[in-house]
């Protein structure tokens, strides 16, 4: 049998993901509309208020660079901490993206073509070792989550149906640790079902994950909404001044 390189695989992580958020879609549903009552109550209040007093464009205006000069705030302690929580205060506090793991770049039993030139030296290339300590352990829980990943999906098992399998049924051995070039950590081991089954063979590589991407997606947005905003509100500001101070104020229509 004859295996191509596989496409990357993130290992001991959620797989499913729904228009990239890596996030099942019936879960981003529910968060999405939970979010978007809270809008409607919490913050449609306020623009109701605010529309009463200043009008519908000034009340509008005013409340966008209130809550988007907000949202910088609270994303930037999202990103950088700034010893919110004490002296000891870590970054990335908000909302958190790919962890940090071990990622599956090919497995098979035998490969056409691998994916990067150091794989091709495992296992008896000097460059292949012995993993550091506590490596071990979370690279052969990579291999057997992936294994058993990939022998539900092809017998059409969930992951809690009757009969799936789990990690606990594949054994991993030769496990061995490499660095490329470029620094990036690499593994490799060997692995089968313990009833019995072809000797697989797994190429890994450690990604660094992307755990700030929500936060900072958040403080962009948020910036780039402000100074849009912020001159309109400047000039809805100006034109108010204008009518005080002895325009004719624009027809009313009401709050709505």
Aim: glycine share 10%; with cysteine.
């Amino acid at each position: 049998m004859i295996a191509p390189a596989l496409a990357p695989v993130v290992i001991a992580q959620e797989t499913s993901t729904c228009i990239g958020f890596h996030v099942a879609c019936d879960t981003l549903l529910k968060g999405s509309l939970a979010t978007l009552m809270g809008v409607i109550l919490f913050i449609g209040s306020v623009l109701l208020v605010a529309s009463a007093v200043f009008g519908r464009l000034m009340g509008y205006l005013v409340l966008s660079v209130s809550l988007f000069g907000w949202m910088i705030v609270f994303s930037a302690l999202w990103v950088f901490g700034f010893f919110s929580q004490g002296l000891d205060t870590q970054a990335n506090l908000g909302p958190r993206g790919t962890e940090p793991g071990w990622v599956v770049e090919a497995a098979g039993q035998s490969f056409t073509e691998i994916p990067r030139e150091e794989f091709s030296g495992f296992p008896e290339d000097e460059a292949w070792r012995a993993p550091p300590a506590g490596q071990r352990t979370s690279i052969t829980s990579a291999i057997q989550s992936y294994l058993a990943e990939q022998a539900n999906e092809e017998a059409g098992l969930g992951e809690f149906d009757r009969g799936a399998f789990t990690t606990t049924s594949f054994v991993v051995e030769d496990v061995s640790y490499s660095r490329a070039e470029d620094g990036t950590e690499l593994a490799a081991g060997h692995g089968y079902y313990t009833g019995g089954g072809p000797l697989i063979t797994v190429y890994l590589s450690f990604s660094q994950g992307s755990v700030p991407r929500y936060s900072w997606m958040f403080l962009i947005s948020s910036t780039i909404l402000f100074l849009v905003h912020l001159p309109f509100l400047d000039r809805a500001e100006r034109r108010r001044k204008e009518i005080l101070t002895g325009g004719t104020a624009p027809p009313w229509y009401g709050p709505a």
